[in-house]
């Protein structure tokens, strides 16, 4: 069970970390300590991918 936050700064970081684990699961998993080129990829990656999620639920919506 998680720890409850010190701050509200703290806070806002475990929703965003939350909010990865949720959407991107695997890119998650596979980051550990990662270098800043490494990083921007990721950053690239994980864009990439939400874009085509909204893309598939735009499409959704459009169908209906």
Same mark, same amino acid.
């Not at 300590?33 to 939400?50: M, N, Q, T």
């Given at each position: 069970?998680?720890?409850?936050?010190? /701050?509200?700064?703290? =806070?806002? +970081?475990?929703? #965003?970390? @939350? #909010?990865?684990?949720?959407? %991107?699961?695997?890119? +998650?998993?596979?980051? =550990?300590?990662? =270098?800043? *080129?490494?990083?921007?990829? &990721?950053? #690239?990656? %994980?864009? *990439?991918?939400? #874009?085509?999620? &909204?893309? /598939?639920? &735009?499409? =959704? &919506? @459009?169908? @209906?």
């Amino acid at each position: 069970m998680p720890t409850k936050p010190k /701050n509200k700064d703290e =806070k806002v +970081f475990r929703s #965003i970390t @939350q #909010i990865r684990k949720e959407y %991107w699961p695997k890119s +998650f998993e596979k980051q =550990k300590a990662i =270098k800043p *080129k490494d990083a921007y990829e &990721l950053g #690239i990656s %994980w864009a *990439k991918e939400s #874009i085509d999620k &909204l893309k /598939n639920e &735009l499409e =959704k &919506l @459009q169908e @209906q």
